[in-house]
């Protein structure tokens, strides 16, 4: 059963236009959160991160919001830009284990 | 500064043969991982070595084996290659083990078991 979910495998979204990707995690002792972006033929890089006690976190055109009630972890870009199409993986850590990647999801930002 | 670096990019192997992949961290990083990267699967973490001279089993352990050859260095092995092992291999490294700590990865070996 997997702990991590990102339930669209897919999205696209016009150029200039907010961009959202969502995760959903089932254990509620996940401590903390990360987005990894990947272009074809490279390894993940990282984005953006968020821990437990904290329910937002901005980096330049990226947020991240973190809904622990609902296990909801979310990524917005605004405004979208052609570079940012790429595969997102939301990454999740067990306090005192590894990270948990979820299975991606695929952004086409479209010119 | 290269980072994360793996040989080889690409492998093809006939099931039965062995192959060893290398990964190598330039940023002195005490913690190194291998995942494999399966389609719909997201990344899952093999082995990893929180510190020189430590190994540990991840979540996909079975018919791999790995060597912390020193700080820099971290092999992942197949001793009996299988057409399930076809995939995309990552190594990666961080600063800390388990802790509050990002993992930067090399660009991935992609192998293919026939």
């Known amino acids: 059963d997997q702990q991590v979910k990102q339930n669209s495998p897919s999205l696209s979204v016009q150029e200039g236009r907010i961009s959202i990707l969502n995760c959903d995690y089932t254990?509620?002792?996940?401590?903390?959160f990360l987005w990894y972006k990947k272009y074809p033929a490279e390894g993940p890089t990282f984005l953006i991160s968020?821990?437990?006690?904290?329910d937002k976190n901005e980096d330049g055109r990226f947020t991240v919001f973190l809904n622990k009630s609902a296990k909801h972890l979310s990524l917005h870009i605004v405004p979208s830009q052609p570079g940012d199409s790429a595969v997102y993986f939301c990454?999740?850590?067990?306090?005192?284990?590894?990270?948990?990647f979820g299975p991606g999801t695929r952004l086409s930002v479209l010119p | 500064n290269a980072g994360v670096t793996q040989t080889p990019k690409f492998q093809v192997l006939k099931t039965g043969q062995s192959m060893t992949l290398q990964c190598a961290q330039d940023?002195?990083?005490?913690?190194m991982y291998w995942y494999r990267q399966d389609p719909g699967m997201g990344l899952r973490l093999i082995y990893y070595?929180?510190?020189?001279?430590?190994?540990d089993k991840g979540e996909v352990p079975n018919g791999y084996n790995v060597s912390r050859l020193n700080k820099r260095e971290f092999s992942l092995r197949l001793e009996s290659a299988a057409p399930s092992q076809t995939s995309v291999y990552f190594c990666?490294?961080?600063?800390?083990?388990?802790?509050?700590?990002?993992?930067?990865f090399g660009p991935g070996t992609r192998l293919t078991v026939t």
């Open positions: 968020i821990s437990s006690i904290k």
């Open positions: 254990n509620s002792m996940f401590d903390y």
């Open positions: 990666a490294s961080s600063e800390a083990g388990t802790g509050l700590s990002e993992q930067y």
């Open positions: 990454a999740v850590l067990p306090y005192g284990q590894n990270f948990v």
């Open positions: 940023m002195n990083h005490n913690s």
């Open positions: 070595s929180a510190s020189e001279g430590t190994t």
